[in-house]
C-alpha cells in the first residue's frame, strides 16, 4: 500500500503543483517518482520475504532514481528579469550554479529599469512613462528551500501559454517546477495584446 503525504496547490495560472513528502513536483514528475516509491516498498518486501527478484527491482530502482534525479536537477537553469517588447521576451539573467548553496532564494538583483537601458532604451522619466509602464514583464527567481521556480508576471498574461512558454524556455526551466505567481507590481497599465498563432501561420503574431 502506497502512503505517500500528497498535497495539491494551484498556482495563479490554475497549473497543478503537487507536494509529496514536501517536495514540490510537477504531475509528471510525481508519477516518476511514485513508481519509484512502489519499486523501493516492493525491494523492502521482498527482502524480508527472502524472495530472489531483488536484481530485477534494483534494475529498475537504479533507472527510475536516475530519472527522478535528472529531473529535479537544476543544473544550466536559469533566474532574473524579463520584459516583452513586440513579439520577443529579453531578459537579464544568471545560472543558479553561480549562487551560494547556502541561500534560501537565488535572485537577480538587477531591476527592469536596468535591463532596459542594456537594450538600448532612453530611461528619461517621460520614456520611461510611455515605454516602462506599458510592456508586460516578470521576474524568475529560485527557492532553494523547496527547490522550485517562482515566477512573478504581469496579472494579465499570467494565464496566457503563449507568454508563459516562452518565459520558461528563456530561462531553461521548461521540464522543472515552476510556479506562476500573478504580481501587482508587474502589472502594464494598457490593455496587453494577446498573441495567436493562425492555422495558415505557425508564427506567433500579434492579434
Not at 523492502?44 to 529535479?72: C, F, Q
Not at 494579465?156 to 531553461?172: A, R
Amino acid at each position: 500500500m502506497i502512503n505517500l503525504d500528497i498535497k495539491v496547490i494551484f498556482d495563479d495560472a490554475g497549473r497543478d503543483i503537487y507536494i509529496v513528502d514536501n517536495k514540490y513536483m510537477t504531475y509528471e514528475i510525481y508519477c516518476v517518482y511514485k513508481i519509484l516509491y512502489k519499486l523501493r516498498a516492493r525491494k523492502k518486501t521482498a527482502n524480508l520475504l527472502g524472495k530472489h527478484e531483488t536484481p530485477y527491482i534494483d534494475e529498475y530502482l537504479i533507472m527510475y532514481e536516475e530519472e527522478v534525479k535528472n529531473r529535479l536537477d537544476n543544473k544550466g537553469c536559469m533566474v532574473g528579469t524579463f520584459v516583452f517588447i513586440d513579439n520577443k521576451i529579453y531578459s537579464d539573467k544568471e545560472c543558479v550554479e553561480s549562487f551560494n548553496k547556502d541561500l534560501s532564494f537565488f535572485e537577480v538583483k538587477s531591476c527592469h529599469m536596468v535591463l532596459l537601458q542594456k537594450l538600448g532604451y532612453n530611461l528619461s522619466e517621460e520614456v520611461l512613462d510611455i515605454d516602462y509602464k506599458t510592456l508586460p514583464r516578470g521576474c524568475v527567481l529560485y527557492d532553494n528551500v523547496n527547490n522550485c521556480f517562482k515566477v512573478f508576471i504581469d496579472p494579465k498574461i499570467v494565464g496566457i501559454k503563449e507568454y508563459t512558454d516562452l518565459v520558461f524556455k528563456e530561462f531553461n526551466i521548461e521540464d522543472k517546477v515552476n510556479i506562476l505567481y500573478a504580481d501587482e507590481q508587474y502589472l502594464s497599465i494598457e490593455d496587453v495584446r494577446i498573441w495567436v498563432a493562425t492555422k495558415e501561420n505557425k508564427n506567433l503574431i500579434w492579434n
